[in-house]
């Protein structure tokens, strides 16, 4: 090694080495443009006031949960938010009935099962009327009615006549339970496509609160004889599987829609409906049963007849 080259690395080892210190505060200012020299740094985030975080989640979920639908008003396309809050009542009324009706039959009330079942009829039919009264129809309130019909007169009829007497058939007992469930869903999807295309006057196919009636007023009835014979429960699954057969066939039920109402009517109609209120309370679960047996035979009977009748 030579002189000069000795003297180099001498004179390199003396140079003073840049400062950690001030390569740290270096690289802090490229991190933090917007510090001050005293070292003050802005308030992060986790710093906010706690209720201003909270509106922010309040306003962020209301936005994202809410139900946004395009309808025709005055001939334009509008985006509409919320939903109406009178129908929807009666429609979840209706669905807690039904789901009541799930529990009672599950613990045995056979009974209250049924009533409950009967209750939800009335409010189904009171959600609608409503909503056309005070001009709140909605997509929304249809999509949720037909999907409360399904837990009112679709799944509760299915179990409340499966835990009371088609267990015992067997293997037999729960797939006619199903098949009616199966044909409730189709009945009513088919229902809601056909909306608009069909004759108000007439349903296609028996309506799923009819065949619910028919099943709820059969368990009332004979689960109030304590009817526990073979031949009963031979009666209710051809009594399920035939109603639910029918909510999916093309026979035509009248559907009493071209009814008006606030057309004077004879005096002899009111008083028959009177009877018809007293012979109802003597004894509900029979009249019932008789009641809407005859609104489900009256389908195929018709369609014989139209059937039967010579052309002209």
Known sequence: MTQDT??????????????????????????????????????????????????????????ETEVVEETVEDGKKIRRRGIYLLPN???????????????????????SAAVAIFIAMVL?????????????????????????????FGMAPALVAFTWILQDIGKTGWVVAFLYVACAALRLARFNVQIGSVDKKWFIGLPSPSAAALVAASVWTFHSFDADAFGFKLLMLVVV?????????????????????????????????????????????????????????SGPVLAIMRKAKPKS
Do not use: C, W
């Not at 000795?6 to 690289?27: C, I």
């Not at 209706?94 to 009541?100: E, I, R, S, T």
């Open 124 to 152: 189904d039919g009171l959600d609608g009327r409503v909503a056309r009264m005070t001009n709140t129809q909605s997509e929304f309130g249809a999509e949720y009615d037909s999907l409360a019909d399904m837990i009112s």
């Open 89 to 111: 009542l009666f429609t979840t009324s209706a669905l807690f009935a039904g789901f009541f009706a799930v529990v009672a039959g599950i613990n045995g009330e056979f009974t």
């Open 241 to 297: 599987a035939a109603a639910g057969v029918l909510m999916v066939s093309n026979i035509r039920y009248y559907s009493f829609k071209d009814f008006d109402f606030k057309k004077p009517v004879p005096f002899v109609v009111l008083l028959a409906i009177v009877l018809a209120f007293v012979m109802i309370s003597v004894e509900p679960s029979v009249m019932l049963l008789l009641l809407f047996g005859a609104y489900v035979a």
């Open 6 to 63: 000795r003297d180099q690395e001498h004179s390199s080892s003396d140079q003073p080495n840049s400062s950690p210190s001030q390569e740290g505060a270096s690289q802090t200012d490229l991190a933090q443009p917007g510090s001050t020299q005293s070292g003050s740094a802005q308030p992060d985030s986790a710093d906010r006031p706690e209720v201003g975080g909270n509106e922010d989640l309040a306003a962020a979920f209301l936005r």
